[in-house]
């Protein structure tokens, strides 16, 4: 695995394991949930965040597991921009998920080409 991809890997997993914890018990973010109207969900993107940034970890030995974590949170960043936008918050407050779903973007595709140049190395 290249240097690069698991430094991507580490600095993303650690993002989103603390974010995702943090959706659990910090006041700030329920009442972000709330006023997004995103509130019912909060519990299952926080799982699904520190999930994910496990994913990443463990990724690093198991390629598919990496893959399918970073393919997971860049779409999770693309739809948190999403909900930002409709929210119609000042663009300043999507650059974290902008930088997110580049970051997991490059670790998808730096390690789906180191594999072999397929996402689906099964399916050649």
Sequence with gaps: MQPSITIAAALSSI???LYGASLFGSRAMVAEFERDHMAPYRT?????QIAAG???LAGLLFRPL???SAGGLAGMMLAAMV???RARDPLVSAIPAMLLLCLNLYILLAAAKSAGGTILPAIR
């Design 54 to 56: 496990a994913g990443l």
């Design 15 to 17: 993002s989103f394991l």
């Design 83 to 85: 909900v930002r936008r």
């Design 66 to 68: 990496l893959l399918l």
């Design 44 to 48: 299952l993107i926080g799982a699904l």
